[in-house]
């Protein structure tokens, strides 16, 4: 292997998750001044352009909230980060969890004031699926938070997953004064005076500091003494193996605001986090980074990028091989053979032009209507297809038609490419062939309707049907006696047969009366 295949060594490539204001943009953007991107804290969100929060699309603006994924590369220590970023809105997840298929670990921020919130148990539930490596930052400790040891126990008992502590706060809000770290053996003084002061060194025991230092006068020294104590003789044993299976998160503490812990979290986190990772096939086999032939996944398809070309990128994640601007792939699904030549790779203040990308990197492909969701491509003549990236099961669905019934052909024309864009997904009644749109989040409707209003201009009607729980079932168990008002049978996509139940208990009706049928929820 040459030097240059062994660089996706070097890649890091995560996303961070959190409950909407848990600080994750905060966080990356000291990043970025960490990895030398941006030279102040603060510009990510004001600036336009491809940023963590993007004004990819207007509707972005409007509400105020990031609606789709972006990508941030940048150096730091000698690796090379990817951040995926990751829509923050509760609204809006089926993006997001297609967003962790393509990542290799994941950081996750929690509120100290709110500890574990909704939003990030949803996320964390597929993350702990798929044994993605975590890591958790506890952040805002500038302000009075919840006790450290509560925050802990919380995160095991409703994630269900063993924490270790890397460090343990000294203190918080008005008294925070500092960090005990126990991996590094030092305590981190939060506003040293000097930069000699920033770091002191701990005693061989690990349990007090070398030298005397006024911080040992803190009203919440004694009691992080106790506490670190007792995590060192009663906590988890760290183990590198059970993190990289996603059974052990290394628990940090900090303020991204004020720049606390950033750095030393960053720094520990590249000492674990995994380079990238070979990726199954349908098949049952699977592609290693080793792999010197270039392929790659399809992971999220966005439109409108930049409202004056009306562009659509592809984004693919690169498993194995190294790409080359100009290079002919082939496309699994169809065999139909594509040459790269409008590529775009994301770096935090500009599009740039990409040569070459390698594993665990991410590469956009402007797309004319080639692409699909979990499309695999793929150089040379072994023909390669990733296994299937889950699609999720709908919860919200509404009733939709064109307003203007002459629109009907740029209405289907929409429909379906924003169905292949996974912007929501596409059912139809099995008698009537109306067409029923199905989403995770409520706002996966508005971003449908004011884009086919803007970019296939055609205003829908929805309407409403409430949340339904879908189920799939074997066509040939299917009597069309079967359904009713509250149990509605539809076809997905593909023509497969659906069941929409008003509810559990019509489900539970129809499990009992037809006990015989296979009942399916496909995530
Ligand atoms: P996101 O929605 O998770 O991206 O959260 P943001 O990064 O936008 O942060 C939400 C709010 O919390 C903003 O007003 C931030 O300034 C604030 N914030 C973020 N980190 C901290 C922190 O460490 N301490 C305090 N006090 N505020 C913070």
Do not use: C
């Not at 993006?95 to 670990?105: E, G, K, N, P, Q």
């Not at 669905?397 to 019934?405: D, G, H, I």
């Not at 209003?453 to 949340?467: A, I, Q, R």
């Amino acid at each position: 292997m040459t030097a240059e295949e062994e660089n996706f060594k070097n890649r890091r490539t995560f996303a961070i998750i959190s409950h909407p204001d848990a600080g994750k943009t905060t966080i990356t953007e000291q990043m970025l001044l960490l990895g030398g991107v941006v030279r102040e804290a603060g510009t990510v969100k004001g600036r336009k352009g491809n940023f963590a929060k993007s004004d990819w699309m207007e509707i972005e603006q409007k509400r105020g909230i990031s609606v789709t994924s972006s990508v941030l590369q940048f150096d730091f220590q000698g690796k090379r980060i990817n951040i995926l970023d990751t829509p923050g809105h509760e609204d809006f997840s089926e993006d997001t969890y297609r967003t962790l298929m393509a990542v290799d670990s994941v950081i996750m921020v929690v509120d100290s004031a709110k500890g574990i919130e909704p939003q990030t148990k949803k996320l964390f539930e597929i993350v702990k699926e798929r044994h993605i490596p975590i890591f958790t930052f506890f952040n805002k400790l500038d302000r009075d938070g919840r006790p450290p040891l509560d925050l802990v126990d919380e995160l095991e008992t409703i994630l269900g997953i063993e924490a270790y502590p890397m460090n343990w706060p000294i203190g918080s809000g008005k008294i925070l004064s500092g960090l005990f770290d126990l991996y590094h053996h030092r305590v981190e003084v939060y506003h040293p005076k000097t930069d000699a002061e920033r770091f002191l060194p701990l005693n061989a025991a690990g349990t007090d500091l070398e030298q005397a230092n006024s911080i040992q006068q803190s009203p919440a020294w004694a009691e992080t003494q106790d506490e670190v104590e007792m995590l060192t003789t009663a906590g988890n044993e760290f183990s590198e193996t059970a993190v990289l299976q996603g059974k052990l998160t290394p628990v940090f503490f900090g303020s991204a605001l004020t720049n606390f812990g950033v750095e030393t979290f960053l720094e520990t986190y590249m000492q674990y986090a995994p380079a990238p990772a070979a990726k199954p096939t349908v098949d049952g086999d699977e592609i290693a980074p080793t792999d010197p032939t270039f392929s790659g996944f399809v992971f999220k398809i966005q439109a409108n990028m930049n409202p004056k070309h009306r562009d659509r990128i592809a984004f693919v994640r690169v498993v194995s091989g190294t790409f080359e601007r100009g290079m002919d792939v082939s496309l699994a699904r169809n065999g139909k053979k594509i040459r790269l030549s409008n590529v775009t790779e994301f770096m935090a203040d500009a599009r740039e032009k990409v040569e070459t990308a390698v594993p665990g990197d991410i590469i956009g492909l402007y797309d004319t209507g080639n692409f699909q969701i979990g499309d695999t491509i793929y150089a040379g003549k072994r023909k390669v297809t990733f296994a299937e990236l889950p699609t999720f099961t709908p919860e919200i669905f509404m009733r939709v038609q064109a307003k203007n019934v002459l629109k009907q052909k740029s209405f289907h024309k929409g429909i379906e490419q924003l169905v292949q864009e996974g912007t929501i997904q596409m059912y139809q009644a099995w008698d009537s062939g109306d067409y029923i749109l199905g989403a995770v989040g409520a706002l996966q409707f508005e971003v449908f309707q004011f884009r086919m209003e803007n970019e296939y201009n055609t205003e829908v009607n929805l309407e409403p049907m409430g949340s339904k729980i879908a189920r799939w079932i074997k066509p040939d168990q299917l009597n069309r006696q079967m359904a009713s008002s509250r149990n509605l049978l539809v076809k997905d996509r593909h023509g497969a047969p659906v069941f929409l139940f008003e509810n559990q208990f019509a489900e539970r009706w129809f499990k009992d009366k037809y006990p015989e049928v296979e009942l399916e929820a496909k995530l």
